[in-house]
């Protein structure tokens, strides 16, 4: 299993980015996976995930509204579409498989521990 993110950028206030999480071959089939962020001298943030299996979503409530998560299968793919970025939405950006087909969520709350493969990380930066 290997993960790719792409897509990201610099960004104003206000402004729209997709990222990309390419998979390798059947990963989507067999693994929920995550979007999260690390902005610097913060801990890793889970942002949305989705499911293998029924496409079920979670999404934080730091970016419910904004960002949209969406998986291809056929291009073994999982894309996020962040609207109406924020200057706090400043961070890597890393995407990650679950150890399983359903995103493990306990309290609201994704559990990082649980993805165990990541994906090298995309800069978002949101600046006027």
């Known amino acids: 299993v290997q993960l790719q993110a792409s897509g990201g950028g610099l960004v104003q206030p206000g402004g729209s980015l997709r990222l990309a999480c390419a998979a390798s071959?059947?990963?989507?089939?067999?693994?929920?996976i995550g979007w999260f962020r690390q902005a610097p001298g913060k801990e890793r943030e889970g942002l949305s995930c989705?499911?293998?299996?029924?496409?079920?979503?979670y999404y934080a409530d730091s970016v419910k509204g904004r960002f949209t998560i969406s998986a291809d299968k056929d291009e073994h793919t999982v894309y996020l579409q962040m609207n109406g970025l924020k200057p706090e939405d400043t961070a890597v950006y890393y995407c990650?498989?679950?150890?399983?087909?359903?995103?493990?969520?306990?309290?609201?709350?994704?559990?990082?521990?649980?993805?165990?493969?990541w994906g090298q990380g995309t800069q978002v930066t949101v600046s006027s």
């Open positions: 990650a498989t679950d150890n399983g087909p359903l995103c493990t969520v306990i309290q609201d709350n994704l559990q990082i521990p649980d993805f165990g493969i």
């Open positions: 989705i499911s293998s299996t029924d496409g079920t979503i």
């Open positions: 071959k059947f990963t989507l089939d067999y693994y929920a």
